[in-house]
């Protein structure tokens, strides 16, 4: 057994270590309700975007000249995985890269793989692994702005129009609540033109268009791009402060078991001290009185 200075050490260490996770849980929760705000007012404008679009591409019969519509044979793919550029956030930044290793061993397991780490902590490992990461950024997670998105967004489809990439795959964390996040892997270009029956003449869809549709889908389909593309990232950062303010809970829990376990132990260990020291004295009486 541990003699009564380690276990003081080790209480008093255990102790700091629970009022760090304590803090750093209240402080990922600040971060969440701002994080979890901004991605729930933006998701019905995201959707409603990508809704008019595939309604106005279903008008066209799956006809659409934009050349970010186009499908190639599958030769080159461009993952896009968004992690955090910190960590003690469980499995969070794992579970992406996961899923990278689970494409590129899986679906795009007979193609030639590119990354683009948006994040650090992705970057890290998959750069480690020897995969080629032609794209890294970390600022992005740190000050996100819709203009560096855009911006981001802009190079990746031109890159996918002059045949850098056949296809485009985005992976990221979902943020369903504070304390689950969902892996979601979405291919993001080119995009996919579904066919469906659409009466424009409807009462439920009354579109008058202006300019002709073809043009109007060559507007929206980058629009939509960088949208899809800023909602992910949305989602990433409040996935993060959620999935932190969850291990931080956890770990601040396991702290305070561990130091009233330490405890128990200092106590028994100090009763025991007591006890033996009047064992001695009596016994040092006893041999005085003889």
Same mark, same amino acid.
């Given at each position: 057994?541990?003699?009564?200075?380690? #276990?003081?050490?080790?209480?008093?260490?255990?102790? @700091?270590?629970?009022?760090?996770? %304590?803090?750093?849980?209240?402080? +990922?929760?600040?971060?969440? @309700?701002?994080?979890?705000?901004?991605?729930?007012?933006?998701?019905?404008?995201?959707?409603?975007?990508?809704?008019?679009?595939?309604?106005?591409? $279903? @008008?066209?019969?799956?006809?659409?000249?934009?050349?970010?519509?186009?499908?190639?044979?599958?030769?080159?793919?461009?993952?896009?995985?968004?992690? +955090?550029?910190?960590?003690?956030?469980? $499995?969070?930044?794992?579970?992406?890269?996961?899923?990278? !290793?689970?494409?590129?061993?899986?679906?795009?397991?007979?193609? %030639?793989?590119?990354?683009?780490?948006?994040?650090?902590?992705? &970057?890290?490992? #998959?750069?480690?692994?020897?995969?080629?990461?032609? &794209?890294?950024?970390?600022?992005?997670?740190?000050?996100?702005?819709?203009?560096?998105?855009?911006?981001?967004?802009?190079? *990746?489809?031109?890159?996918?129009?002059?045949?850098?990439?056949?296809?485009?795959?985005?992976? &990221?964390?979902?943020?369903?609540?504070?304390?689950?996040?969902?892996?979601?892997?979405?291919?993001?270009?080119?995009?996919?033109?579904?066919?469906?029956?659409?009466?424009?003449? %409807?009462?439920?869809?009354?579109?008058?268009?202006?300019?002709?549709?073809?043009?109007?889908?060559?507007?929206?389909?980058?629009?939509?791009?960088?949208?899809?593309?800023? !909602?992910?990232?949305?989602?990433? *950062?409040?996935?993060?402060?959620?999935?932190?303010?969850?291990?931080?809970?956890?770990?601040?829990?396991?702290?305070?078991?561990?130091?009233?376990? #330490?405890?128990?132990?200092?106590?028994?260990?100090?009763?025991?001290?007591?006890?033996?020291?009047?064992?001695?004295?009596?016994?040092?009486?006893?041999?005085? @009185?003889?």
């Amino acid at each position: 057994m541990a003699n009564l200075k380690e #276990l003081r050490n080790r209480i008093s260490s255990v102790g @700091s270590t629970m009022q760090i996770t %304590s803090a750093m849980k209240m402080v +990922s929760a600040a971060k969440l @309700s701002k994080a979890q705000d901004a991605i729930t007012k933006m998701r019905p404008y995201a959707d409603t975007l990508t809704e008019l679009l595939q309604n106005l591409s $279903a @008008s066209l019969d799956g006809q659409s000249d934009s050349p970010l519509t186009v499908q190639r044979d599958v030769k080159n793919v461009l993952i896009i995985a968004i992690s +955090s550029n910190k960590g003690l956030a469980g $499995a969070f930044n794992s579970n992406i890269v996961k899923q990278v !290793k689970n494409l590129a061993t899986g679906r795009f397991k007979n193609e %030639s793989i590119s990354l683009a780490c948006i994040g650090k902590k992705a &970057y890290e490992v #998959l750069n480690a692994k020897s995969y080629i990461v032609d &794209y890294h950024n970390e600022e992005m997670v740190n000050k996100l702005t819709y203009q560096e998105v855009a911006e981001f967004t802009e190079k *990746i489809m031109n890159d996918f129009e002059t045949e850098t990439y056949d296809q485009v795959v985005l992976i &990221y964390n979902h943020f369903k609540n504070a304390g689950t996040q969902i892996v979601l892997t979405e291919d993001f270009l080119p995009i996919k033109q579904e066919q469906q029956e659409v009466d424009f003449n %409807s009462s439920q869809v009354d579109y008058i268009f202006e300019p002709e549709k073809q043009e109007i889908i060559k507007e929206l389909i980058p629009k939509s791009l960088k949208m899809q593309l800023f !909602k992910a990232l949305r989602d990433s *950062i409040a996935s993060e402060h959620g999935a932190r303010m969850t291990a931080m809970h956890k770990a601040t829990d396991n702290a305070k078991e561990l130091r009233d376990d #330490l405890k128990l132990s200092y106590n028994k260990a100090r009763q025991a001290a007591i006890t033996n020291e009047i064992l001695e004295i009596v016994a040092g009486a006893e041999a005085l @009185s003889d």
